[in-house]
């Protein structure tokens, strides 16, 4: 019979770790760490599972420690055993954190990872124009159009903000879907979008609690949200075309979003409303492609 020998025990450290991080997905890697205890030890050691998750999501990088939430671990084939060291149990609770992190990254996006609209700067006719219309993918609601309009100014530089809850606290957000509204109803169908946007991801700040989240969590609100949440990301600013389809902001890497609250900044108008020869800016639907980590 053939003689075979294990590569971990042949090989340096260096070398066996390259070979096994060519492995680019969390089963393949799974299944390695199954071949023997030895390969499991050196797996869990050397927290390949947590390499390949920065690979995927290299804002990890700036976590400086983990909590297993039990919930969330629920694959039986990453289990450990029980009564190892205090620094042990620190790599193996790693190890499943960050396989279980690297299982939803590797599924298919959600695009229905929106609960609702928490409040935007303006609002012209509420209800019928508020922000619960742009999660709506209907473009008439009985004999109206479905869309969010922003009040009417002269000036074309002033923005508009919109505050989303996201359907749960900690998810992975790559792509933001924005279509502008097209007033089929006026002269020539004007087309109101932005002439560009900018997301901010973030939770809400520790002076909100829960018992008065609904008091100012409502969509007819247009005070200033700035101060109810820390905003831990923000994009760049994405240029917006005056088109009526569905335009995707896909962000330079996949953001985690820890707390669940996403807004929406619209820099600049470019259309004005016949009427009273405002400026406005319209929306008909938005939409994220993300992963859920938590809801």
């Not at 005056?242 to 962000?251: A, G, H, M, N, R």
């Not at 669940?260 to 400026?279: A, H, N, P, S």
């Amino acid at each position: 019979m053939e003689a075979r020998k294990d590569f971990l025990n042949t090989l340096d450290s260096d070398a066996s770790i390259m070979i096994l991080m060519c492995l680019d997905h969390i089963s393949d890697l799974v299944r390695a760490s199954s071949v023997s205890c030895s390969w499991r030890h050196f797996v869990i050691a050397k927290g390949l599972c947590k390499r390949l998750c920065l690979r995927m999501l290299p804002q990890l990088s700036n976590v400086d420690h983990v909590l297993e939430v039990s919930k969330i671990i629920n694959n039986p084939s990453i289990e450990v055993d029980a009564g190892n060291s205090g620094e042990w149990k620190i790599l193996e609770k790693e190890h499943r954190v960050y396989t279980s992190l690297a299982w939803a990254l590797s599924s298919f996006p959600s695009y229905n990872c929106i609960s609702h609209g928490l409040s935007a700067s303006t609002t012209d006719n509420y209800p019928e124009e508020s922000i619960v219309n742009t999660l709506d993918p209907r473009n008439r609601i009985g004999r109206r159009g479905s869309y969010w309009s922003s009040e009417g100014t002269s000036d074309p530089s002033v923005p508009e903000k919109l505050t989303y809850k996201l359907m749960g606290d900690s998810c992975v957000i790559s792509e933001i879907h924005i279509e502008p509204f097209q007033a089929y109803f006026q002269s020539g169908s004007p087309i109101y979008s932005a002439k560009a946007v900018r997301f901010r991801m973030g939770h809400p700040s520790l002076s909100v609690d829960s018992g008065s989240e609904l008091e100012f969590f409502c969509p007819f609100r247009q005070d200033s949200t700035d101060d109810k949440f820390i905003w831990t990301y923000t994009s760049q600013a994405f240029p917006m075309a005056q088109e009526s389809c569905l335009q995707k902001f896909k962000l330079p890497e996949p953001v985690l979003c820890i707390g669940g609250i996403l807004q929406i900044e619209l820099l600049g108008r470019v259309q004005t409303q016949e009427m009273d020869g405002l400026y406005y800016i319209c929306w008909f639907l938005l939409s994220i492609a993300a992963w859920l980590m938590l809801k």
